[in-house]
């Protein structure tokens, strides 16, 4: 099914690029309801049992590996923060970066993570491969509520939404006439020299939009993508940072990462193309070295909670939590998730595409770092 192209006002903030961050949500009582039994209860949903949530509060906080976009996650853990007290410390690094972190630690048996979350198939099949996951319990009704495709290994490790990669204009360089809808619009000559793009090696969201453009538009496309001599940047943050300030006029982003900093008033505007966008999962799972158990515990279920996941879709997320709403993106709805829109390789069809669409990337855009 053919979505008709629609185009999202999003005002976006320079985003961060290949940096290492840490920082930690404000300590509090929390806003947490406790049962009879003294479960943690939120929207209805039990989070964590009485014992957990007791042993959570007493750890007090846990350290948060992410690939994922430093605003959208910091908004997590304010969140998480507010409805339980308890702390969330985040290490934010590119997916690429962060699995070297990862798997470098692991093997000295120093993994400072307790939670882990992070996009690419390759990447979260060597994590799980060197050991860094332990199974996360999770209560029976958000269990009983999360798509089953969404739990990998007995829980050893989850997809916690799908983000979607799409691309964006900075509207203060574009006129509205001249505004690309489409992704066969880029290909117009008129966009030589002014168009960016992330390279394949990036991570999980560049091998996903690899595998869509391969797949759904064809080698055709990225050839006549590479004429228009797109700068190459190293990450999707770094794109959308040169975006928002006018240094390139279009190229493709991740609709959160960019919607994350839309307050702030960068011009940059969100097409959802005809042709329709790439999906590409975030993956979750507790670190086995965790030394706070039960506060990553509870984070993993809080995240897959109908809370978590409606904070996940009000970002422009497709949450993995059955009878959750479109994303949105401010006040546009995002098409649903079975509309034809979102394109999603499997694991194994992402594993076995990877090298030979990341050589044709290459060699298409002459690049050799």
Known sequence: MRIKARRLAIAAVAAVGLVLT???????????????????????????TADVYQKAQEEGSLVFYTGGSEQSEKQAAEAFTE???INVEIVRLAPNRLSERILSEQAAGKLGADVIRISGEDLIVAIADSGAF???????????????????EDGLYFNSYDRVYSFGYNNQVVSEQDAPKNWSDLLDPKWNGKLGIVQVGAGGSTTALTRFQLGELGADYLKGYAANHPRIFDSSAALTDSLARGEIAAGP????????????GAPITIATPEEGAAAYPFYLGRAAQSEHPNAA??????????SGQKLAASIGDYPVHKNMPSPTIGE?????ADAGFLHRATIDESLKNLEP??????????YTG
Not at 257 to 264: H, M
Request: proline residues 5%; charged residues 15%.
């Open 357 to 366: 669409d990341a050589g044709t990337w290459r060699q298409i855009f002459g």
């Open 253 to 264: 982003v991740p609709i959160a990462t960019a919607y994350a900093s839309t307050l702030e």
């Open 297 to 306: 515990t509870v984070f993993i279920n809080w995240l897959l909670s109908a």
């Open 22 to 48: 840490s920082c930690s949500s404000d300590g509090g009582n929390g806003s947490a309801e406790t049962n009879e039994n003294g479960d943690l209860v939120i929207e209805g949903e039990v989070i964590a």
């Open 83 to 85: 409805a339980t007290g």
């Open 134 to 152: 332990q199974p996360t319990q999770i209560s029976q009704g958000i269990a009983d509520a999360l798509d089953p495709a969404a739990t990998y």
């Open 332 to 336: 546009i709805e995002l098409p649903a």
